[in-house]
Structures are given as structure tokens and as C-alpha cells.
């Protein structure tokens, strides 16, 4: 079965960090680039970065030097470290491939807050 699963967020005071974490079934990870996207309130949802299956990153400019995309092979996931959290950081945040592929369904998604 074709799925991803994000775990990791929560509420954090501006400043602070969490890292999220997304395991993707076996086929999906071998294969695929994968990326983090997120969705505010109101908001359409974007792309907030991706990573190759080769380990090669790429981030849309507003988390440039804040957030950091790594992936394990062995325990097929991929993870979001954000630094230096923003309150404009608040959002759901999913993982999917990058970019979209048919037959891979978004999952739940993980709740970040960022708010004194």
C-alpha cells in the first residue's frame, strides 16, 4: 500500500525548533524525490522544500538557512528540521513526492504553530 505518514509537530515559541518527520512506503522512497509542502490557513499548499534520492536538496527561499531536508534509507524516512521558527511558519505540513505523482495519496499531515 502506497502511503505517507508525518509525524513531529506542535506548538513552538517563535525562535524555536521541531523536526518533522514523514515514513513513506518502500516504493516511494527508493525511487522518487521527495518533498515537504505545507498549508496555511486560508492558504493554498506549497512546497517548502525537497531532496533527491541521491541526498540533493532544494528550498523555496522564505526557509532558506532555517530548514534542513535529510532522509534515512534504512528507516525510509525523511525528515524537516526547521530552526529559527516564524509565526508565518504556521501551517500543516505533509510530505509527497516532488513532484505530485498520481496514485500517491497526500497523508494526514502534521499541525505546526508557531505563537508566544
Known amino acids: 500500500q502506497v502511503q505517507v505518514v508525518e509525524s513531529g509537530g506542535g506548538l513552538v515559541q517563535p525562535g524555536g525548533s521541531l523536526r518533522l518527520s514523514c515514513v513513506a512506503s518502500?516504493?516511494?522512497?527508493?525511487?522518487?524525490?521527495m518533498g515537504w509542502y505545507r498549508q496555511a490557513p486560508g492558504k493554498q499548499r506549497d512546497m517548502v522544500g525537497s531532496i533527491t534520492v541521491g541526498g540533493s536538496t532544494n528550498y523555496v527561499n522564505s526557509v532558506k538557512g532555517r530548514f534542513t531536508i535529510s532522509r534515512d534509507r534504512a528507516k525510509n524516512t525523511v525528515y524537516l528540521q526547521m530552526n529559527g521558527l516564524k509565526p508565518e511558519d504556521t501551517a500543516v505540513y505533509y510530505c509527497n513526492t516532488a513532484p505530485l505523482r498520481a496514485g500517491v495519496p497526500w497523508g494526514r499531515g502534521t499541525q505546526v504553530t508557531v505563537s508566544s
Open positions: 518502500g516504493s516511494i522512497f527508493k525511487f522518487y524525490t
